[in-house]
Nanobody
Framework: QVQLVESGGGLVQAGGSLRVSCAASGRTFSAYSMGWFRQAPGKEREFVAAILWSRTTYVDSVKGRFTISRDNAKNTVSLQMNSLKPEDTAVYYC???????????????WGQGTQVTVSS
């Protein structure tokens, strides 16, 4: 059974940092794109960042502030979020896709989500 389990969300003041991580189990994901989406209240789920081997991609609003990384040996992917803004507040979902680039419709596996709240 494939599982993606997120950890590391929380509450932080604007300008602060958080790191969210995702542990995958049930299969090897080294050939899969791994990434993060987020969903704020009343809004659609949006792509944040993805990584496959040495390739990374980010939504424009987080470029220069967020960094995605992965450890294929441990089947984990992390998102380091710096200079956080209130508009980054959302539930962050770990995602795995057999395709690149990663888009919502190609995601094969989802985590349960972790809340990130940035106060002003």
């Amino acid at each position: 059974q494939v599982q993606l389990v997120e950890s590391g969300g929380g509450l932080v003041q604007a300008g602060g940092s958080l790191r969210v991580s995702c542990a995958a189990s049930g299969r090897t994901f080294s050939a899969y794109s791994m990434g993060w989406f987020r969903q704020a209240p009343g809004k659609e789920r949006e792509f944040v960042a993805a990584i496959l081997w040495s390739r990374t991609t980010y939504v424009d609003s987080v470029k220069g502030r967020f960094t995605i990384s992965r450890d294929n040996a441990k089947n984990t992917v992390s998102l380091q979020m710096n200079s956080l803004k209130p508009e980054d507040t959302a539930v962050y979902y770990c995602a795995a896709s057999p395709s690149w680039p990663m888009v919502l419709t190609t995601v094969a596996h989802w985590g349960q989500g972790t809340q990130v709240t940035v106060s002003s």
